[in-house]
């Protein structure tokens, strides 16, 4: 894939400054000299290519009155693929990812209060067959603003 010098002009723009209006892509283009179905194309290439892996609003869960939890499981090296697949398959996993530690399986879960959030437990208990599942409450948010430097 040819990523081009506005290319990297979208991902700036849209990273920092996506606007909130009923056609983001216009304003977008007008912005870079383009269309909105220009826009529209390139983000459309740039998640085929693998370059934008999800394109979306971050929202801050608890003003929207989510509970929130690290999780972290054991599990085997042979059930990798198939445990992730059954995690993944929840809606409020929003992050899952292997470190290296018996303890090796990390994930986020939200849910819209804590009974949801104990109730989505239970279901990833049922379908791993994994019971110990250790869970960390988030007590403190610390937001860090990621933006990638594309220069």
């Not at 216009?26 to 269309?35: H, I, K, N, P, T």
């Not at 009155?65 to 054991?74: F, I, T």
């Not at 208990?125 to 599942?133: D, F, K, L, N, V």
Request: some cysteine; aromatic content about 8%; proline content about 4%.
């Amino acid at each position: 894939m040819v990523f081009d010098e506005t290319d990297r002009k979208l991902l700036r723009l849209i990273q920092t400054s996506l606007p909130i209006v009923p056609e983001p892509y216009r304003e977008v283009g007008e912005v870079l000299g383009l269309s909105e179905t220009e826009v529209i194309a390139r983000l459309r290439l740039l998640i085929e290519n693998g370059v934008i892996r999800r394109l979306g609003g971050v929202f801050d869960s608890r003003k929207l009155g989510y509970s929130g939890a690290l999780c972290a499981m054991e599990v085997t090296a042979e059930r990798i693929d198939e445990v992730a697949k059954v995690v993944n398959s929840f809606a409020g996993v929003t992050h899952n990812y292997l470190r290296e530690d018996p303890i090796n399986m990390w994930f986020t879960l939200l849910a819209p209060s804590e009974e949801k959030l104990a109730e989505t437990l239970k279901g990833i208990r049922e379908r791993t067959g994994i019971q110990e599942i250790m869970t960390f409450p988030a007590e403190n948010i610390y937001k860090i603003r990621v933006n990638f430097d594309l220069d």
